[in-house]
């Protein structure tokens, strides 16, 4: 039996298990499952193999994990603790490489022990599970105000154009593309969502169709090449997207076919927001050029899906699992502090600097 999975967290620490919760969304939308993870492996490869996943929620999941990493490690002295905790920093990150929120979230905990380092090893332990839950609690805040913004940019009846699943299963709640269609919900506000499947992981087909259904949104599942024709038809408003990384000059990086949807909306003149929390801007990266993309295993194209394989034996795939729509494409990027607008290189710089 499916629940209604707005109900729940995405991913949560659970003080009395010691463990990392999580909804398994390998399993959706066919059987709803939380799972306890204590151990740094199976939470590396929950991570890898998408159980968790959507660049805020992982960002949250390595936050939790690196605290539990911290109980487990059995010293006193500083310089020992602190580099284990560097070391179990250092493996969580190689789970995936695109998403700017792992190693952020990963960053801010390092950042809090460091901070900390004349105090005693327990009471920096403390400080991490405090800086965890502040990153886990601090994104339900930056969601609802993403949602805020965007849906100042929309109206009642509006048609909406999503990829991916940027929603509540992509963050602790809420999500960010797909914030502004539940604050709208709240309000009473009727959208028309169109749900873009997103192969080849089918996480629009999945997730995003059974959040948006879910909260009795109007929602219509197209396959990714419908997309173009859905907006000739003029049944959309707008798109919103989420972000795994935009970079300092407005490249969005987001899952494959992202960049498609941004060319073809600026064909059809529908307005394209790109949904990223300012833990998602990553400054440093100058340009797409910047962006690690990661490559995935050719079977989830190849066979992962049916029932038996679809492609040749051998034939070659490519799997890369996120593009990049370029800056001049994209119409605004919606962070939890305003609404950015073109230029925006300069923009993005004046937001960091305020
Ligand atoms: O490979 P995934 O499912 O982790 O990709 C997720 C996306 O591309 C999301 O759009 C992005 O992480 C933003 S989530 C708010």
Request: aromatic share 8%; with cysteine.
């Amino acid at each position: 039996m499916i629940k209604n999975i707005t109900e729940y967290e995405t991913v949560s620490l659970d003080e009395e298990r010691g463990a990392l919760a999580i909804i398994d969304q390998t399993k959706l939308p066919g059987a709803f499952e939380i799972i306890y993870l204590t151990k740094q492996e199976d939470i590396h490869r929950a991570i890898r193999s998408l159980q968790v996943r959507g660049a805020p929620a992982i960002g949250v999941a390595a936050a939790i994990g690196l605290y539990l990493a911290a109980l487990e490690i059995d010293s006193d002295d500083y310089d020992v603790f602190y580099g284990r905790l560097k070391a179990a920093s250092s493996y969580l990150a190689t789970s995936r490489p695109t998403a700017v929120n792992l190693f952020w979230a990963l960053g801010r905990m390092e950042g809090a022990a460091r901070r900390n380092s004349a105090l005693p090893v327990s009471r920096i332990v403390e400080l991490l599970r405090a800086e965890a839950i502040a990153i886990h609690d601090e994104d339900i805040g930056v969601c609802r105000a993403i949602g805020e913004h965007g849906l100042s940019l929309i109206k009642d009846g509006d048609g909406i154009l999503t990829h991916c699943n940027a929603g509540q299963l992509a963050t602790v709640r809420y999500g960010t593309a797909l914030a502004p269609v539940y604050l709208g919900r709240m309000k009473g506000f009727n959208f028309r969502v169109f749900t873009c499947e997103t192969r080849p992981l089918l996480q629009g087909a999945r997730l995003s169709s059974l959040e948006m259904s879910s909260i009795g949104a109007d929602t219509t599942l197209i396959c990714d090449s419908m997309a173009s024709q859905v907006m000739k038809n003029g049944w959309v408003q707008a798109i919103f997207v989420g972000c795994d990384r935009l970079a300092a000059n407005g490249d969005a990086c987001n899952k494959i076919g992202t960049s498609g949807l941004a060319i073809i909306a600026k064909h059809y003149d529908v307005p394209f927001y790109v949904c990223a929390p300012t833990s998602t801007i990553d400054m440093t990266a100058r340009s797409a050029e910047d962006i690690v993309i990661e490559e995935r295993p050719p079977e989830e194209i190849t066979e992962m899906w049916f029932k038996e394989r679809m492609a040749p034996e051998g034939i070659k795939a490519y799997n890369p699992a996120f593009d990049c729509a370029d800056a001049d494409l994209i119409t605004a990027v919606i962070t939890e502090r305003g609404i950015v607008r073109p230029p925006l290189g300069r923009n993005l710089a004046a937001l960091f600097s305020q």
